[in-house]
């Protein structure tokens, strides 16, 4: 039995419509309804559809726990005859493998722990409260006398196939005057056979549209007809057809166009991602309106094949959808680069937030943790980020493993992956668990799972909530428990992957993986002393200086003309730095205080010689937050804009409009965030704002104007008001004008 009462279903594995009429005897005052349906539904309510959501509810852990949606129905219900009812399809509780699905590649071995189906068949539930005029209350939850029938959604894939029969629609299904006799009644799902999961309520945004992009011709190709959307996004695929009943329209999506004008759908060096929305004609020679409805597509143009050259086509459109539509922050600038770089991260945010952070809509979908808290403060000052980080952590907490916790080996043992190791990815669905010869894990890696602790101390830093540590603290201390079990003897942790995405392949796993152990440990002793846990405050504080005096004995070395810095300790035949090997410790404070000065002219050093950023997703913050800490800011500006790659700007010389997986043109991946970090900068370096305090309660605003720009305008809402900083220059000079609202104290 669930929270709601019980689940129906219709018996099935593909999408699905359920109802019921409802009779109301007398005056209503208010009334709500709690639903859910699994995978995804659409919920209804005389003639219409009650929200603007999209894909409710967000994607979870349906063995842990699952999330309802609460509909105020106070103006949508009347006094007579009602329906209710919904729209069911698979999203990720039963996952349709037609068309593109994410497998692992064939450098890779099979993974003997694959995706899971969480159901027989999908699911539906719903308590409807009704409250009357004279105070009593009713209480209506689904059952078998709702009926269901096949939905013209045929196939519903998570990855963004969907086939839409038109033949198969039923117009005002969803009102009290429809016929509903050819229905069946739903099926009553067994105790033993409910999603597992416990229900609780959809705190995080939901899923909306933020843009409608029209189509725009570009020309044939064979046969097929090419469009453009002029933006890359996660989106919901719209459409006006005529022609013959049974005709069909194909529409393939991708993120760019091959050398022959037709649409590419092969990621580099990886797969071919053959989603397609297929549309059915279900009448003879009249408009009809197709758009998906329980997945969306990824990509900026579309091929178009027809079954008959008669068939008409008109308002293609695709509307952009994300869970990050809150704004927070904003910035402006006279230099026109620097506007197109905000705008192509914050695209690429909004399409990779999805209930979930997606490090890509395209490929691979999934959850990955990183960016969690290596992104947090670039995306936390564009877009109001604390109840989605409540949930991304609620997901972590779910995904920590157990002792209890059973995967196999390629050889099909049974075996446990740790006790309190936290995944990278929450939810998970396809545990890649294994350890992938000559690359590391990619499913136990520090900076991913750290973001538990990491991604707690953001949220606490932005928002001031101390019950996010509250909820996070224990299982950051689980983690921490497990990492001191990878250890190696030399008191390193290096199974992970390094400064993944590094250019030159520069990983330097222990110089970088157990920085992260250090960070981990000193953020949790924060965590103690804020709890009152003074013991626990002792011990983790303990173990945090003795990873740090091991790191500093074992890696910080002299160079030939004397200065100390930190040696890459995977190469082991040559003294060599790299960036991230220098900023990592600059950042979080382990260098000997006698030894900083060196550090930061080798870091500097680093910079200069490069010319560039040459740095993976896991460097790649601290070293563009080190370099603004100690003066390089001009530096920063000046790497940014170069024209060629490794460089946010070479991506709009490309002609992208998201941000790209790795330094360089035309990349496995045309939508990843994950090295977007660049906009912490716009307003801690450019704008000088940087919280001193928990909920931005004291503040130094100190900026710094790069010298492409003689104007800018930036501001941020905390939870006092907003922070506003404008510069201009004057005589050559930059003034500064700054509002910081009362509440807050500026450091001077």
């Known amino acids: 039995m669930g929270k709601l009462g019980p689940w129906i279903t219709d018996g099935t594995c593909t999408p699905f419509y359920v109802r019921k009429n409802i009779e109301i005897t007398k005056p209503l005052h208010k009334a709500s309804a709690k639903v859910c349906g699994l995978g995804q539904f659409v919920f209804h309510a005389n003639g219409q559809k009650v929200s603007d959501h999209e894909l409710d509810p967000g994607w979870t852990d349906y063995r842990k726990w699952i999330e309802y949606v609460t509909f105020d129905l106070s103006d949508v219900l009347h006094q007579g005859t009602n329906t209710v009812g919904a729209e069911v399809g698979n999203g990720w509780f039963i996952k349709d493998d037609d068309h593109y699905t994410f497998t692992l590649p064939a450098f890779m071995p099979p993974n003997p722990n694959p995706y899971q189906p969480f159901g027989e068949a999908l699911v539906f539930t719903m308590e409807l409260t009704l409250t ?6 009713e209480v209506i939850c689904a059952d078998e006398s709702f009926t269901t029938a096949p939905h013209p959604v045929t196939h519903s894939n998570v990855y963004g196939s969907e086939t839409i029969d038109h033949r198969l629609s039923q117009s005002d299904w969803d009102r009290p005057e429809f016929d509903e006799s050819s229905w069946k009644h739903a099926l009553h799902v067994e105790e033993s056979k409910e999603p597992a999961g416990e229900l609780c309520e959809q705190f995080q945004p939901p899923v909306k549209v933020l843009k409608s ?15 453009d959307f002029k933006q890359n996004m996660s989106g919901m695929l719209s459409v006006s057809l005529r022609g013959h ?18 649409v590419d759908q092969v990621a580099k060096n990886w797969v071919t991602v053959d989603s397609v929305i297929t549309c059915i004609l279900g009448s003879d020679n009249q408009w009809e309106n197709f758009r998906m409805k329980f997945a969306y597509f990824a990509g900026k143009v579309v091929a178009v094949e027809k079954s008959s050259a008669e068939i008409e086509i008109k308002d293609l459109r695709a509307d952009s959808i994300s869970s990050a539509w809150k704004e927070a922050g904003s910035f402006e600038c006279d230099d026109e680069r620097f506007n197109q770089i905000y705008a192509m991260i914050e695209r690429t945010v909004e399409a990779n937030m999805v209930s979930v952070h997606t490090d890509c809509p395209t490929i691979e979908r999934f959850a990955w943790q990183e960016p969690n808290h290596l992104m947090a403060p670039s995306i936390m000052f564009m877009k109001d980020g604390k109840k989605l980080w409540e949930k991304f952590l609620k997901d972590m907490r779910a995904a920590q493993h157990t002792a209890s916790d059973v995967f196999h080996d390629y050889a099909g043992n049974a075996f446990c992956p740790g006790d309190g190791l936290m995944p990278s990815q929450a939810p998970c669905y396809v545990p890649n668990v294994l350890p992938v010869p000559g690359m590391g894990s990619f499913y136990d890696i520090i900076p991913w799972g750290s973001t538990c602790i990491l991604g707690t101390r953001w949220h606490y830093l932005f928002y001031g909530d101390q019950k996010i540590i509250e909820d996070n603290y224990e299982a950051g201390r689980r983690y ?10 030399e008191g390193f942790i290096n199974h992970g992957l390094g400064d993944w995405g590094n ?10 993986e157990t920085a992260f152990l250090y960070a981990d440990a000193v953020t949790l002793a924060q965590f103690a002393r804020i709890l009152g846990k003074k013991e626990d405050e ?6 945090a200086e003795k990873v740090r005096t091991n790191y500093n004995e074992k890696l910080l070395v002299k160079t030939d003309d004397g200065r100390w810095f930190y040696r890459n300790y995977e190469n082991r035949d040559a003294l060599t730095a790299t960036q991230a090997c220098e900023a990592l410790p600059l950042y979080w404070n382990m260098v000997p205080e006698d030894k900083i000065n060196d550090v930061v002219s080798c870091f500097r050093q680093t910079l200069e010689e490069k010319g560039c950023f040459a740095s993976g997703e896991i460097g790649l913050p601290y070293i563009i937050q080190t370099a603004s800490r100690y003066g390089l800011d001009e530096m920063i500006a000046q790497f940014i804009l170069r024209d060629e790659h490794p460089s946010y700007y070479a991506f709009v010389k490309d002609g992208m409009t998201t941000l790209g997986e790795y330094w360089e043109t035309n990349p496995r991946s045309h939508c990843h965030d994950m090295m977007g970090h660049i906009i912490e900068w716009y307003y801690s370096g450019i704008a000088g704002i940087k919280p001193l305090e928990p909920g931005f309660r004291k503040v130094s605003v100190n900026p710094h104007m790069p010298e492409s720009i003689n104007h800018f305008s930036c501001s941020y809402k905390t939870p006092y008001g907003i922070i506003s900083v404008e510069g201009r220059r004057e005589s050559g000079k930059p003034v500064y004008e700054i509002h910081v609202p009362e509440g807050i104290i500026r450091k001077s």
């Open 132 to 137: 009357y005029a004279d105070g009593t209350e």
């Open 213 to 227: 992009y029209a189509a725009h011709f570009l020309g044939k190709v064979k046969d097929r007809e090419i469009y």
């Open 480 to 489: 921490l428990n497990y990492l001191k079990t990878r250890m190696t003897p």
């Open 503 to 512: 250019p030159d392949q520069a990983l330097a796993r222990e110089n970088v």
């Open 538 to 543: 002792a011990e983790l504080s303990s173990f």
């Open 245 to 262: 009943k049974g005709d069909i329209v194909r529409f393939y999506p991708a993120e760019k166009l091959g050398e022959d004008g037709d």
